[in-house]
Antibody, heavy 122, light 107 residues
C-alpha cells in the first residue's frame, strides 16, 4: 500500500524554525517528484514546494522562497521541509504529496499524507 | 501566476441530483487541469487529471470537461459520500495553483 506519513509539526514562535519530515512507503520513492502542499485553517490548498526524484531540481512558491528548503533522502525514503523565519501566515496543515507524473515536476498529486500541523504564534 | 476561480462557492443539492462545478483560469492552461475532492478531516483525493481523465478507482459518475480557460466537473447523480469540497488545480505554468474550492452540501 502506498503511504505517506508526515511528522515534525508543532507550535513555534514567529521567526523560529521547524523541520518537517515525510516517510514514504509502497512505491519507488526515487522515481517520483514530491511536493509539500499546505492548508491554512478553514482555507483552501496552497502548493509550497516540489523536489525532483533525484533531488537535483527544486521549485518554491513565492510566499516561501528564501525561507523554506525542500530536500529528500532517497536511501531513507524520506522527504523534508526546513522552514526558517516562520511567520503567523505560515500556520497551516502541511501535506506531503506524491507527484503523479515521473517525467516532470509540474504535476498533479495522486497520493497524500494526512498532514502535520504547524502553528506559528507567540 | 494563474488564478483559478471556482463557482459557485457553495452548491446545495439533494442525493441523486446532478452537480455541475466550474473552474475558470485567468489564462489558458490547455488541458493541464485536475480536480480533487476533500472531505472534513481528510486529505484531498485526486479525481480527474488532464481535464477529463478519471484517476484510479474513481467512479464513473465523476466526469471532467473543458480546455483552455473553462473547465467543468460533473457528478451525474450525487451519492451521500460525494458531499465534500472540490478543488481544481493547474500544472501548466509555475507556480502550481489551486482554485478556492466549491462546497457541495446537502440541501
Amino acid at each position: 500500500e502506498v503511504q505517506l506519513l508526515e511528522s515534525g509539526g508543532g507550535l513555534v514562535q514567529p521567526g523560529g524554525s521547524l523541520r518537517l519530515s515525510c516517510a514514504a512507503s509502497g512505491f519507488t520513492f526515487s522515481s517520483y517528484a514530491m511536493s509539500w502542499v499546505r492548508q491554512a485553517p478553514g482555507k483552501g490548498l496552497e502548493w509550497v514546494s516540489v523536489i525532483s526524484g533525484s533531488g537535483g531540481s527544486t521549485s518554491y512558491a513565492d510566499s516561501v522562497e528564501g525561507r523554506f528548503t525542500i530536500s529528500r533522502d532517497n536511501s531513507k525514503n524520506t522527504l523534508y521541509l526546513q522552514m526558517n523565519s516562520l511567520r503567523a501566515e505560515d500556520t497551516a496543515l502541511y501535506y506531503c504529496a506524491k507527484d503523479q507524473l515521473t517525467s516532470t515536476t509540474r504535476s498533479y498529486f495522486d497520493v497524500w499524507g494526512r498532514g502535520t500541523l504547524v502553528t506559528v504564534s507567540s | 501566476e494563474i488564478v483559478l476561480t471556482q463557482s459557485p462557492a457553495t452548491l446545495s443539492l439533494s442525493p441523486g441530483e446532478r452537480a455541475t462545478l466550474s473552474c475558470r483560469a485567468s489564462q489558458s492552461v490547455i488541458s493541464n487541469l485536475a480536480w480533487y475532492q476533500q472531505k472534513p478531516g481528510q486529505a484531498p483525493r485526486l479525481l480527474i487529471y488532464d481535464a477529463s481523465n478519471r484517476a484510479t478507482g474513481i467512479p464513473a459518475r465523476f466526469s471532467g470537461s473543458g480546455s483552455g480557460t473553462d473547465f467543468t466537473l460533473t457528478i451525474s447523480s450525487l451519492e451521500p459520500e460525494d458531499f465534500a469540497v472540490y478543488y481544481c488545480q493547474q500544472r501548466n505554468i509555475w507556480p502550481l495553483t489551486f482554485g478556492g474550492g466549491t462546497k457541495v452540501e446537502i440541501k
